[in-house]
C-alpha cells in the first residue's frame, strides 16, 4: 500500500492509538474514530507489564512477551518524536505467597525462559519478610520470587503520549460514533453520524465493543466485556514512585481474597503516594458501576494481603471493561476485504496492546506481520457466541 492510502481506526485505547502511531509515523494517511464509551480497559487498567510468570507457553504469552519486550523501542521512538511517556518505569516485581513449593517452581520457571526472554532480568528466591522490604505494607509472613524486569506503565499516559505523536505526523481524530461502511461485498471506510470517510482499509480496535462494531458485517466474533474494578488509595509521605509490582497466588486463606481476580492479586505504586490494586472479573456486560460487594472484596483482600494499607486514604474506583474472547485469544487479522480486526488482549492489554498495534499496523498497509499471528485469526470461530 502507497503512503498516500488511508486508514481509517475505529477505537480509542491503546491498540488503536498504537496502530495510528504506527502508520502515521510512516507517512500513511490516517483517520481515528474515537466514540464516547466510558469504561474504555486503558482508561482503568492498573499498568502491570509482567507476563513471565504465567505457566503455559502458547501463542497469547509469546505476544505478551514480546509486547513487554517492545516497550524499550517504542518509547525511544516516542522521545525521538518529542512525545516521551514519564508513566513507564522498571520497577521490579515480587510475586508473593506462602507456599515455598509454589514459588521455587516459579523461580525455575522464570530462569527457563530468559534464553528467550532476557527481559526478564534477575530472578531471587526472597524468604518470608524480604517481600515487605520491597514493599513496605505488605505481610510480614510472606515469601516471594524478585523479577528484576517487571515493569509499570500508567494506560492513560502512554495512550495519550501516542495518540499526540499520531496526530503530529498528520493523524485526525474524530471524536463520535463509527460504523463500518460496507459496499458491494467489500469494506469501503466509515460512516459517523451523515458522514461517509472513506478509506482503502479500516481496522477495528475497539476493546470490548469490536464485536458489536461488527456486528453490520455480518460476524458474530466471539468477542466481550468483562468487567474489572480496580481501588486506588494514597498513603500521604510513602515513596511509592519506586515500589516493585506485587503479584500474589498460593495464599492461604484465599477466602480473604475473594474480590481480587481469583487467587492472583496485584498491588503496585505510582509516584505520589498512590498505590493501586485489584481486581474483579465480572461477567455483567457493560454495566459500568462500582458495586459495595466489589469494592468490599477488595478492600477485604488488599488489607488481608497489606496490613500497612489499612490506614491508606482512599481516592477512586476505575472500572473496565476488559476485553475478553470465547478461547482466551486475541483477535488480530484480515476479517474482510479491507477490514483489520485487532482486539481482545483480556488482561493483558497495556502489555500486549502496543506490540499489536505495531503487528496491525502492517497488516493495514500489506505488509507481513514481524510475529507468526496465525493463532489469532479474528475468522477462526466469527460464529462463536462472545466470551463476555
Not at 34 to 47: L, N, Q
Not at 96 to 117: C, F, H, K, M, Q
Amino acid at each position: 500500500m502507497a503512503a498516500s492510502s488511508r486508514v481509517a481506526i475505529v477505537g480509542g485505547g491503546i491498540v488503536a492509538a498504537s496502530i495510528a502511531y504506527h502508520l502515521a509515523r510512516r507517512g500513511v494517511s490516517v483517520l481515528v474514530f474515537e466514540s464516547a464509551e466510558v469504561g474504555r480497559a486503558t482508561d482503568a487498567g492498573a499498568g502491570i507489564i509482567c507476563p513471565w510468570t504465567t505457566a503455559v507457553d502458547d501463542a497469547r504469552y509469546r505476544l505478551s512477551a514480546a509486547g513487554a519486550a517492545y516497550y524499550p523501542r517504542l518509547l525511544a521512538q516516542l522521545a525521538e518524536d518529542g512525545r516521551p511517556d514519564p508513566s513507564y518505569a522498571r520497577v521490579g516485581t515480587v510475586y508473593v505467597s506462602t507456599s515455598d513449593e509454589l514459588l521455587g517452581g516459579l523461580a525455575g520457571r522464570l530462569r527457563s525462559r530468559i534464553p528467550d526472554a532476557p527481559e526478564i532480568g534477575a530472578v531471587e528466591v526472597l524468604a518470608a519478610g524480604q517481600p515487605a522490604g520491597r514493599f513496605p505494607p505488605l505481610d510480614a509472613a510472606l515469601g516471594g520470587v524478585w523479577i528484576g524486569g517487571g515493569a509499570r506503565v500508567d494506560g492513560r499516559s502512554i495512550r495519550d503520549s501516542l495518540m499526540r505523536a499520531a496526530t503530529s505526523h498528520g493523524a485526525s481524530l474524530i471524536s463520535g460514533t463509527a460504523a463500518v461502511d460496507q459496499a458491494a461485498g467489500r469494506v469501503r471506510g466509515v460512516l459517523a453520524g451523515s458522514d461517509r470517510f472513506t478509506a482503502d482499509t479500516v481496522v477495528v480496535a475497539a476493546g470490548a465493543w469490536t464485536g458489536k462494531i461488527c456486528e453490520c458485517l455480518g460476524s458474530s466474533l466471539p468477542i466481550g466485556p468483562q468487567r474489572g474494578q480496580i481501588v486506588h488509595v494514597e498513603l500521604p509521605g510513602a515513596d511509592t514512585g519506586h515500589w516493585p509490582v506485587v503479584l500474589a497466588g498460593g495464599i492461604e486463606g484465599t477466602a480473604t481474597l475473594a474480590g481480587f481476580d481469583g487467587d492472583h492479586p496485584y498491588l503496585l505504586g505510582f509516584p505520589g503516594g498512590r498505590v493501586v490494586f485489584g481486581a474483579t472479573t465480572e461477567d455483567v456486560g457493560f454495566e459500568h458501576a462500582v458495586t459495595v460487594r466489589g469494592l468490599a472484596g477488595l478492600l477485604t483482600g488488599a488489607i488481608a494481603l497489606a496490613p500497612g494499607l489499612g490506614q491508606a486514604r482512599l481516592l477512586e474506583t476505575r472500572v473496565g471493561f476488559r476485553p475478553v474472547t470465547a478461547d482466551g485469544s486475541p483477535l488480530l487479522g484480515r476479517l474482510d476485504d479491507g477490514l483489520v480486526v485487532a482486539a481482545g488482549n483480556g488482561p493483558e492489554g497495556l502489555t500486549a496492546g502496543p506490540w499489536m498495534g505495531k503487528l496491525a499496523a502492517d497488516l493495514a498497509v500489506g505488509e507481513r506481520p514481524d510475529a507468526d499471528i496465525t493463532a489469532f485469526d479474528p475468522r477462526r470461530a466469527t460464529t462463536s457466541a462472545a466470551g463476555g
